[in-house]
């Protein structure tokens, strides 16, 4: 499976805002659920949010939730996640995954449900 490509990242100060993309390499993009991830050196890769193939399903993490939306157009082929209110702490590299969990059960920002290859990720820092 070909990575996903990550885009829109970049330097803001604390208190703005970023739209990130998502799009595909390869098929089956539009009938799978995605999740966003985002990772810091010395620190475990971390779920942020995901969405499942019907945008029915959305789970974020608690720290983002309330000012990050994550959304989806199939007829575009693309997985957005809007940014509000940065935070330096939401600062690190994005990445975008496809899941196998639907969006549902008891931890499914957890890594251990992605699928196919990690991409470049775009990178996201909030400073003043």
């Known amino acids: 499976q070909l990575p996903l490509v990550e885009s829109g990242g970049g330097l803001v100060q604390p208190g703005g805002s970023l739209k990130l993309a998502c799009v595909p390499s390869g098929s089956g993009f539009d009938r799978t659920t995605v999740g966003w991830f985002r990772q810091v050196p010395g620190k475990e890769r971390e779920g942020v949010a995901c969405i499942n193939r019907w945008s029915d399903m959305i789970k974020y993490e608690d720290s983002v939730r309330g000012r990050f939306a994550i959304s989806r157009d199939n007829a575009k082929n693309v997985v957005s996640l809007q940014m509000n209110s940065l935070k330096p702490e939401d600062s690190g590299v994005y990445y975008c995954?496809?899941?196998?969990?639907?969006?549902?059960?008891?931890?499914?920002?957890?890594?251990?449900?992605?699928?196919?290859?990690w991409g470049q990720g775009t990178q996201v820092t909030v400073s003043s």
């Open positions: 995954m496809m899941l196998t969990n639907g969006c549902a059960g008891s931890n499914p920002l957890d890594a251990k449900w992605t699928f196919g290859s």
